[in-house]
């Protein structure tokens, strides 16, 4: 069966940067819209970051907008997220998705999910 899995988690200061990878494992995985969702202790799952197929066109929640950026690379099968200026509100762990429909991945009902990988900011 096909998976996904994150990597690049991590403890941070405090408007410091980490760059979150996900990638397909254990079987070849066509590029499909893919995204980025996040659950906090205690919250409820929340949207991050979505883009298409293409990496034409992206949405982002508007707590990370201006700070985190979404983007893919086809070539090698893999999305990323560029967290910059992280605050201690981000920690939290970080879920990457992807789905042949963009708005199933926006919906957050998407097809495929990773496990996750924990975001710590200190401040």
């Known amino acids: 069966q096909v998976q996904l899995v994150e990597s690049g988690g991590g403890l941070v200061q405090a408007g410091g940067s980490l760059r979150l990878s996900c990638a397909p494992s254990?079987?070849?995985?066509?590029?499909?819209?893919m995204g980025w969702f996040r659950q906090a202790p205690g919250k409820e799952r929340e949207f991050v970051a979505a883009?298409?197929?293409?990496?034409?066109?992206?949405r982002y929640a508007d707590s990370v907008k201006g700070r985190f950026t979404i983007s893919r690379d086809n070539a090698k099968n893999t999305v990323y997220l560029q967290m910059n200026s992280l605050k201690p509100e981000d920690t939290a762990v970080y879920y990457c998705?992807?789905?042949?429909?963009?708005?199933?991945?926006?919906?957050?009902?998407?097809?495929?999910w990773g496990q996750g990988t924990q975001v710590t900011v200190s401040s």
């Open positions: 254990g079987r070849t995985f066509n590029n499909y819209a």
């Open positions: 998705t992807t789905d042949t429909k963009y708005s199933a991945v926006v919906a957050g009902t998407s097809v495929y």
């Open positions: 883009i298409t197929s293409s990496g034409i066109t992206t």
